[in-house]
């Protein structure tokens, strides 16, 4: 009897720490490496029938509610251009220009996927927030002191990452997300 409760425990042991660590580690993926661009990576299936189970995970772990490849482009971003991780010590300069869809958003979440509270309840910024004379060349400023015109703060002194959702991609965004061009993520500077 000893023995058999001896192996019951080791088994649940087992069970619950194989759980959280595979919930640990879906929790901390992207939306898929299999296309990279710049600091921004995305997999070619999110959205669609063909996604693997580690993807269909993230997004039912994430809550992102997938809409099919040819309504929406997701792309998520962890590190600045030049490899570093991004940290809400840290200002950065978000720089684009024209992005292949009819309306996207930039969202800054924490490394779980969830928003992160600001006093001021700003997340994300959108296409339809750009001037139209600046939708060449657009600059967002991310940081934790609020800024002049387009900003969104981080909110936490962690660790976080960006979404970019592209809705009704046209063009290579539709057709080949590997060979178009995304926004740089330029570190400004960082506090103690």
């Known amino acids: ?15 619950v720490l194989g759980i959280g ?9 992207g939306l898929g490496n299999d296309v990279r661009v710049g600091p921004w990576s995305t ?15 993230v997004v039912a772990l994430r809550g992102l509610l997938a ?13 600045d251009s030049a490899g570093a991780p991004l940290s809400g010590k840290c200002s950065y300069a978000l720089s684009g220009g024209a992005i292949e869809a009819r309306w996207w958003s930039v969202t800054l979440y924490d490394r779980g996927g969830w ?3 600001n006093r001021w309840s700003r997340h994300s910024i959108g ?10 060349h657009w600059t967002v400023l991310i940081g934790p002191a609020q800024e002049p015109g387009l900003w969104i703060p981080t909110g936490t002194d962690g660790l976080f990452e960006l979404t970019l959702r592209a ?13 178009i061009s995304l926004p740089t993520i330029t570190k400004r500077e960082c506090r103690p």
Do not use: C
């Open 1 to 15: 009897m000893k023995a058999a409760l001896k192996w019951l425990g080791l088994i649940v042991l087992g069970l």
């Open 21 to 29: 660590l595979a919930v640990w580690q879906i929790r901390g993926s």
């Open 43 to 57: 997999g070619r299936d999110v959205g669609t029938a063909n996604a693997d189970m580690k993807t269909r995970a």
């Open 67 to 79: 809409l099919p490849a040819r309504e929406a482009r997701y792309f998520t971003a962890a590190t």
């Open 115 to 117: 928003l992160i509270p």
């Open 127 to 136: 296409s339809a927030r750009i001037p139209a004379e600046a939708a060449d």
């Open 167 to 179: 809705y009704r991609p046209h063009g290579l965004m539709a057709r080949d997300p590997a060979r």
